[in-house]
């Protein structure tokens, strides 16, 4: 008691080199986090920044036909490149399986994000996050691998259509042009089943987070005004929501577009942009075009999230 | 003539918990009616059943005459002010008051008409283009009102719609409220636990405690006579006397309320009252000062007006009070 009364109106510095350090980080708060960022500044500004700016750059520069080198000149000529008919082709394919994945991904993943995010308690959240995170710690060559052999022609999928006597409806599905092939694990469709599976957690999480932040009284809010389930959804929870649906779909669109693994092992091995990408910068050695390739998903992407802007998308935030 | 909203034995348990036990209510049409209680009174409860975002567990609910089990919210020509609000923060402040003119289908122009004049009403006109995010408390408190009052509902439920403003802002919006009640003849149902507010702006109030209706009446029969010791303590915070003190006073075995203010406090040895007592706090409070007086154990309130020449704490003091502002109660429970 004496000890604390005998104390003046300002106490002593804490001393040493860690009690001047919190009197300066105190007075100068703006120091403190500059110097928390610094390193992931360097990492983002320098390593990947740098790196991402450095191929965006041997993108314009262009492969001499004849000696096969590259050529360090400014030139435009590698963009023409990705316009001829094989190139414009993976373009097409990738974006469009990456259009459908991210809205197939939308609808199966919202129902199961509004159940975690309105229903489930306790134990149920529990098993929600187990679930979804579960398959994230499983390495990805596995699980793709685990779907070719579920998707193929002696696999479970077939197996159990045949048990349920509706094979005829597999065939079908299958003798469909550009979706179909010999098997699921060869056709458009398995590669599409698999984007779907790997990807879905990325799309459940950021929607389960934005539907919790929607508040219930605006559920009571709007059935209090006359809107019917239906049209509440559409008119307060969908809106509100969509900032989540936006993330999501940032993650399953940019990973479908970038992904060269599952389009090689399920799938017709037709290329998508990521193959592309992988066999010009290594066994073609036309590192300009495979920059050039890397940029239409930049591309896409910003395009995206301009025009997810402009519709109004972010407004809730 | 029919009730605007009538409950008749309504209960509501959660559980094991019961929200609201038998309870029964009859507002008039066109009536301000006040619903007080601490939280946790089963009011709220209440007032949820009437919108219908809960179903009673037993009991019937009436409006206008119609039963209501199993109509949900949006069949119900009933409107609600919420207590945070619950503004749409996608929607600027026009489209959220015509949010339900929306979901009519009422044509684009017409909306946005009926709209501004709701917003014109609750002195908001031009603020139709603001999101309900740049607005003041007070001002998206106007909006919620105005979104609820468009459609013209049959009655509105005002869930502690100033609870969260402060002091001048609620005293003007409480005179706000009575003036639009009276302009708009709509049945008012309203939750506060604002014994003040309650007795200021209802026709009526229904005091509840623990799920049940404790006494129903004017805001003048509830003040000057509760029936209840718990009536008598909440609303106004009376003097609750034990039966034993009044016993003392009137010969008589029963609970009795006294208000602070029917006790008139004397210098001690001015009166031939055997009352007296030693002043134990002292609160000045504007207009009023708040004594607090033991008087042989028993602790008593009291309010004396503050011009009044009043004596210092520890000073005995002599008291005294008319026989019948001495208000008697149950008996001995």
């Known amino acids: 008691m004496t000890a604390l009364a005998e104390a003046g109106a300002i106490l002593p510095s804490r001393g040493g080199i860690v009690g001047a350090l919190s009197d300066l980080f105190w007075r100068r708060p703006k120091l403190l986090v500059f110097l928390m960022v610094l390193p992931a500044l360097l990492w983002l500004g320098i390593v990947y920044v740098g790196s991402l700016f450095a191929l965006l750059l041997q993108s314009f520069f262009y492969i001499d036909d004849f000696s096969g080198l590259i050529v360090h000149e400014f030139s435009l000529r590698t963009y023409a490149e990705l316009f001829r008919a094989q190139n414009l082709d993976i373009i097409i394919r990738t974006v469009s399986m990456a259009a459908v994945v991210t809205v197939a991904s939308a609808i199966v993943a919202f129902p199961v994000a509004y159940w975690a995010a309105r229903y489930a308690r306790g134990p149920w959240k529990a098993v929600f996050y187990l679930g979804i995170m579960l398959p994230l710690w499983a390495s990805y060559l596995v699980k793709v691998y685990a779907w070719k052999l579920i998707l193929a022609k002696e696999g479970i999928l077939n197996w159990l259509f045949e048990q349920l006597h509706i094979t005829f409806l597999l065939d079908w599905w299958l003798s469909l042009p550009l979706i179909g092939g010999n098997s699921l694990s060869i056709s458009y469709t398995g590669t599409f089943l698999v984007f779907l599976y790997v990807w879905m957690p990325y799309m459940i999480l950021p929607i389960q987070a934005a539907i919790e932040r929607v508040p219930t009284n605006l559920l009571d809010a709007s059935a209090d005004l006359g809107a019917t389930p239906r049209q509440t959804f559409w008119k307060v929870i969908f809106p509100l929501a969509l900032p989540g649906i936006i993330a999501g779909s940032i993650f399953t669109f940019s990973l479908t577009l970038g992904d060269y693994i599952i389009p090689q092992i399920v799938g017709n091995s037709q290329f998508f942009i990521g193959q592309a990408v992988y066999s010009h910068q290594g066994t073609a050695g036309n590192i300009p075009l495979a920059a050039a390739f890397t940029v239409v998903p930049i591309v896409i992407m910003v395009l995206y999230l301009w025009g997810a802007k402009r519709a109004g998308a972010f407004d809730a935030l | ?333």
């Open chain 2, 1 to 333: 003539m029919t009730s605007a909203v009538s409950l008749q034995k309504v209960s509501r348990h959660f559980g094991l918990v019961r929200a609201m036990d038998e309870v029964d209510l009859d507002v008039a049409p066109g009536e301000f009616f006040a619903m007080l209680g601490p939280s946790g009174s089963g009011k709220t409860t209440c007032l949820r059943l009437i919108a219908g975002f809960e179903q009673p567990t037993s009991g019937r609910i009436q409006i206008f005459g119609d039963a209501v089990e199993g109509i949900p919210p949006y069949r119900r020509n009933v409107n609600t002010v919420f207590q945070d609000y619950a503004l749409f923060p996608h929607m600027n402040v026009r489209d959220n008051v015509a949010f339900s003119l929306m979901l009519k289908k009422l044509p684009k122009v017409l909306r946005i008409k009926a709209a501004e004049e709701a917003l014109e009403l609750v002195r908001l006109g031009g603020y139709g283009d603001r999101r309900p995010g740049q607005l003041s408390g007070g001002q998206r408190q106007r909006v919620a009102l105005a979104r609820a009052i468009v459609n013209k509902p049959k009655v509105l439920l005002l869930d502690e719609p100033l609870g969260a403003l402060d002091l001048k802002l609620r005293e003007s919006m409480q005179e706000e409220l009575k003036a639009l009640q009276k302009t708009l003849g709509i049945t008012f149902i309203f939750v506060t636990h604002d014994q003040g507010e309650a007795l200021s702006m209802a026709d009526r109030v229904a005091v509840f405690n623990e799920g049940r209706v404790q006494q129903i009446g004017t805001p003048e029969e509830i003040y000057k006579r509760p029936q209840s010791r718990f009536v008598a303590d909440f609303v106004g915070s009376s003097n609750v006397l034990d039966p034993e003190f009044v016993y003392w006073i009137v010969g008589e075995k029963r609970w009795a309320s006294l208000r602070p203010e029917a006790i008139h406090v004397m210098a001690a040895g001015q009166s031939a009252s055997r009352m007296t007592g030693t002043i134990i706090s002292k609160s000045y409070l504007g207009p009023v000062i708040r004594l607090m007086i033991d008087l042989n154990g028993t602790k008593l309130h009291a309010s004396v007006p503050s011009n009044d020449a009043v004596p210092a704490e520890g000073e005995k003091v002599t008291l005294g009070f008319a026989k019948d502002a001495l208000h008697l109660m149950e008996a001995t429970s």
